[in-house]
């Protein structure tokens, strides 16, 4: 398995002789499978399937899910604690339904929950409800599972991840920089890499350039534009994936989205440039010198 | 006002720079999101597709609550319901609490794009290129355009749009051809919405009158002052309002109005009426509440900018003794000639 150089920090130094040396035991015996998926259809997720203005429904997959948890951007900001976190029954046939709480739009952190013995596994997805709402800068600093891959920042409420574009992340553990430590990027359409987090735990992912039309990929149905989103762009999903091992136990942690095309696909810019060329030379005859009148004899 | 250095014009073009930065950049340093910005319903062309903005424009939330709140919610319930304008209502009322102090200055002081046309126009004036005024009957035929732009394109196709009676494409389409949405966004070196769609239709036809309206607005704005003003909804919209708020343009006419009409030559929007005798129609639906009318005035308090019972700034002949020794009237830079330097003026 991908041991991090900061877990083996964790137990060169802070554990007992006797609990570092099981431990040790435990790790090699899970060091002979990979624990992180090595394909899209074994991530464990959470994923939208479309929704309105008013509710979102979500799957997930590769979970038997414990917990659902909703985060609202009043999570950290208001003091009713209930005000900005909830929970949703996770064992509904046809979807998870989340639902803002009172008009309360924004963006919503979404994630479903597994625990079996000493693994530990979160999935997590945004949604953006389209009503007024405080900016979620909060929210998202605020911890809401022991491992976290953080989008630094989301991308705007009428923005996008794109193709071909640079986004960066925080992972973190128990709220502190996850360093040097491994994130796996895959795509629904099998488009993977490996990336590591820096000094101050930042994770920089460049989204594939290569966009081919997304179908549905073995059952797991591509993304559909959501509220707010009527540009009807086709969409395809990625989760960036992290692994980590502490105090005997492995934690994992997916992080879910969509991402649209390049913003030139199916557009032309020469196209756009000729005809702001021609706009131009409409105007150019206003740039003539009227011709003077001539003097009456 | 009257200092060797400033005066209201340069005051005005310092304003007009600084906020041209904030508007195009100023996400730079208020944040990305919704919740971050200034305003969401700002009354000047502070466009939501650039995506450093501090401020996000009224027309665009204008149109999409007329779109997918009002229009879908009527055709979902069959009846129209107070529900579907809660929205709109929030919208007007984010808008009024900044309109009701700046009033149209948001034209003439802060938009991004009433400034880069300034700026173009004074490029003209440098390189000495020929100023085109705008008089009537033209002047009042192109008056109708913003009008029409208004209630067309903002009001009336993005409600048929929610309605399901035009296509959805069609629920945005004042901000499918607004030339502010290319000039912002080129601001940042972003070409994306100079691209046109390949897939022909609408999108096409959009995106084709937008680069037009650009091209043509650049050139134009060489050698005609403020030329998409002229049919600029944003204008409109602010001339329904514009009795309601503590800035005002004040007139009292004086025995040469109606002869001399060296303020309608220094506007930048040509209105004839600020230098009728008729003081009610001194504040046009066009005016901008630049204040070059009452820097270019040679009669004292004839114009006044006021902010309530305050006075801002009047018409007075020294101030216009000063001014019109460094500008015409029409903006050309005037250059000192050696008969013009201190000490060499005849006796
Ligand atoms: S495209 Fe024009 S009208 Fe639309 S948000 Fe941008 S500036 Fe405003
Ligand atoms: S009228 Fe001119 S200055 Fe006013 S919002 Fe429109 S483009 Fe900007
Ligand atoms: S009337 Fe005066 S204040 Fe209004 S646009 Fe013309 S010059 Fe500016």
Request: proline content about 8%; glycine content about 6%; charged content about 15%.
């Amino acid at each position: 398995m991908p041991l991090s150089y900061s877990s083996t920090v964790v137990l060169q130094t802070r554990l007992p002789a006797m609990r570092r040396l099981l431990l040790w035991m435990v790790l090699l015996l899970t060091c002979s499978r990979p624990l992180h998926a090595s394909s899209w259809n074994e991530l464990p997720l959470l994923f939208g399937q479309g929704g309105n203005r008013q509710q979102i429904t979500l799957q997930t997959r590769q979970l038997d899910v414990e917990r659902v948890e909703i985060f609202s951007p009043l999570y950290g900001v208001d003091q009713n604690p209930t005000a900005g976190h909830w929970q949703v029954n996770p064992t509904v046939p046809s979807g998870i339904t989340v639902q803002p709480k009172a008009k309360q739009g924004g963006f919503h952190w979404i994630q479903a929950r597994q625990e079996r013995g000493s693994s530990v596994i979160v999935a997590s997805t945004v949604h953006y409800f389209s009503e007024p709402a405080p900016s979620p800068r909060t929210m998202l600093q605020q911890p809401k599972a022991e491992l976290e891959i953080i989008p630094m920042p989301l991308p705007r409420e009428f923005a996008r991840y794109r193709a071909g574009e640079e986004w960066s992340f925080l992972l973190r553990f128990r709220q502190q920089p996850l360093t040097n430590a491994i994130v796996h990027f895959h795509s629904e359409q099998e488009i993977q890499k490996r990336l590591s987090s820096d000094g101050n735990g930042m994770v920089r992912i460049r989204f594939p350039e290569k966009f081919s039309l997304p179908e549905s990929h073995n059952g797991a149905p591509s993304a559909k534009p959501t509220s707010g989103r009527h540009d009807r762009l086709p969409l395809i999903r990625f989760a960036l994936l992290a692994e980590h091992v502490a105090d005997g136990r492995e934690y994992q942690t997916t992080f879910s989205q969509s991402y649209a095309p390049d913003p030139y696909f199916d557009k032309s810019l020469a196209s756009g440039a000729g005809f702001a060329l021609l706009g131009m030379l409409c105007a150019t005859p206003l740039l003539r010198r009227p011709k003077p009148v001539p003097a009456r004899p | 006002m009257n200092s060797p250095f400033w005066n209201l014009g340069r005051l005005r073009r310092t304003v007009q720079i600084l906020l041209l930065l904030l508007t195009v950049y100023g996400g730079l340093l208020v944040g990305p999101y919704l919740a971050d910005k200034l305003s969401t319903a700002f009354p000047s062309l502070s466009c939501i597709y650039d995506q450093q903005n501090s401020a996000y424009c009224v027309l665009r939330p204008l149109q999409h609550q007329l779109n997918h709140r009002v229009g879908e919610s009527i055709a979902r319930l069959g009846e129209v319901t107070l529900e579907a304008f809660r929205p709109l209502l929030f919208t007007f009322l984010s808008f009024f609490a900044f309109f009701i102090v700046l009033n149209k200055a948001f034209c003439g002081w802060v938009c991004p794009l009433g400034t880069v046309q300034e700026m173009l126009y004074r490029l003209g004036r440098r390189l000495g290129l020929v100023a085109h005024a705008l008089v009537p009957p033209r002047l009042y035929q192109l008056r109708a355009g913003k009008w029409l732009l208004l209630f067309l394109l903002v009001f009336l196709l993005p409600l048929l749009a929610g309605l399901g009676m035009i296509p959805g494409i069609a629920g945005d389409p004042y901000c499918q051809i607004c030339p502010a949405r290319l000039i912002t966004t080129l601001l940042t070196a972003s070409t994306e919405e100079m691209a046109v769609s390949t897939q022909g239709g609408l999108a096409f036809a959009f995106a084709a009158i937008r680069n037009l309206l650009f091209g043509f607005t650049l050139v134009a704005a060489l050698t005609v002052r403020q030329p998409f003003c002229r049919i600029c909804p944003m204008l409109a919209l602010h001339a329904i309002f514009r009795r309601f708020s503590l800035l005002q343009l004040v007139k009292t006419p004086h025995d040469n109005c109606g002869h001399c009409s060296l303020c309608t030559r220094a506007c930048p929007m040509d209105i004839p009426e600020i230098s009728g005798k008729d003081p009610q129609r001194a504040f046009s639906e066009d005016c901008t509440l630049c204040g070059r009318c009452a820097e270019f005035c040679p009669n004292d308090q004839v114009i006044s900018l006021r902010f309530g019972p305050m006075t801002l700034f009047a018409s007075s002949k020294h101030y216009f003794s000063h001014r019109s020794r460094t500008e015409k009237p029409d903006g050309t830079p005037r250059l000192c000639t050696e008969r013009e330097k201190p000490g060499n003026q005849p006796p």
